[in-house]
């Protein structure tokens, strides 16, 4: 664990290094300076809402459920009537900067 932990802090310091890694195509997520609320609990009641679904049983939290990384860790999803889907659930985390 030990030479582990040397050889991780050894590359960190060299990747800080080098600065071509300040290129990179891909930057990390900043914070929204401001967020509005009303939209944040509109969002939160939405996604918790069975309603919403064809038969009223069923949330956005049931298949990406948030207490599970966003996802429902199942290889193929389980939809409406138990129905077996043909992909799987994918997380929700970070969807906001998706760019699909």
Request: charged share 15%.
């Amino acid at each position: 664990m030990q030479k582990f932990l040397q050889t991780a802090c050894f590359f960190f310091l060299l990747c800080a290094l080098d600065h071509s890694f300040a290129q990179e195509p891909i930057s990390p997520i900043t914070l929204p300076e401001s967020l509005d609320t009303a939209k944040v609990e509109l969002g939160k009641k939405l996604f918790f809402d069975p309603r919403l679904s064809k038969s009223g049983w069923i949330s956005c939290n049931s298949c990406h459920n948030l207490m599970l990384s966003g996802t429902d860790n199942l290889v193929s999803s389980i939809g409406h009537k138990w129905a077996q889907g043909p992909i799987n659930a994918p997380t929700v985390f970070n969807a906001a900067y998706s760019i699909a």
